[in-house]
């Protein structure tokens, strides 16, 4: 089975604080993927990477940041948490050659106060 | 207009009745679809996937696709109280972005 581990399921930071979220996957996989999700709005896609040292914007960059310095590992950084970043939280990852599914971790529900 | 549109429902039907679930999406040059089940307080988890226009079914589900429409939908046949979740309509645009842009979902309720 494909597994997705997230480090946190709940964390609560304060506003200005710089967050770290931990994504690491065991399928050896290429793609990887940082969504957030809200009420009314679904998924959102914040930052993607194709592979080691790459990355890429998605739909909502504004306020992140990652790395991705192994493959099986994709970090998500907030560099100064503000009350607008309060959200879930959502890692998934899937094969490069043919992509047929994304597989989630159980997420991160981050709260800013 | 957004990239993946839904119906939020929440779509209530009878046990053992056809659920129909929609989505339509706005760029015409997206190629593949996919269905993920979301329950509450849990990941989303892929039902199935569409790439070609007509039909594809897997089990009770089928998802049907019309690119020409820009439309893509999930039959639940013989519905359960467990398929009660918020079904994520997905898709893969056709740009070189080998990511996954979401509807916001529809919530379903099968009522026993």
């Known amino acids: 089975d494909v597994k997705v581990t997230q480090s946190s399921r709940y964390l609560v930071k304060r506003t200005g604080e710089k967050v770290f979220l931990e994504c690491v996957q065991d399928m050896d996989h290429e793609n990887m993927f940082w969504y957030r999700q809200d009420p009314g709005l679904g998924l959102r896609l914040i930052y993607f990477?194709?592979?080691?040292?790459?990355?890429e914007k998605g739909d909502i960059p504004e306020g992140y940041s990652v790395s991705r310095e192994k493959k099986e590992r994709f970090s998500l950084i907030l560099e100064s948490a503000s009350t607008n970043q309060t959200s879930m939280y959502l890692c998934?990852?899937?094969?490069?050659?043919?992509?047929?599914?994304?597989?989630f971790g159980q997420g991160t529900r981050l709260t800013v106060v | 207009q957004k990239e993946v549109e839904q119906n939020s429902g929440p779509l209530s039907v009878p046990e053992g009745a056809i659920a129909s679930l929609n989505c339509t999406y706005s760029?015409?040059?997206?190629?593949?679809f996919f269905w993920y089940r979301q329950y509450s307080g849990k990941s989303p988890e892929l039902i199935m996937f569409?790439?070609?226009?007509g039909d594809k079914e897997d089990g009770r589900f089928t998802a049907q696709l019309n690119k020409a429409s820009q439309y893509v939908s999930l039959l639940i046949r013989d519905s359960q109280p467990s398929d009660s979740a918020t079904y994520l309509c997905?898709?893969?645009?056709?740009?070189?972005?080998?990511?996954?842009?979401f509807g916001s979902g529809t919530r379903l309720q099968v009522q026993p």
């Open positions: 760029d015409r040059g997206s190629q593949s």
């Open positions: 998934a990852s899937s094969p490069s050659v043919e992509f047929t599914e994304a597989f």
């Open positions: 997905a898709v893969m645009r056709d740009t070189g972005r080998r990511a996954l842009t």
């Open positions: 990477s194709y592979d080691v040292k790459m990355k």
């Open positions: 569409i790439y070609s226009n």
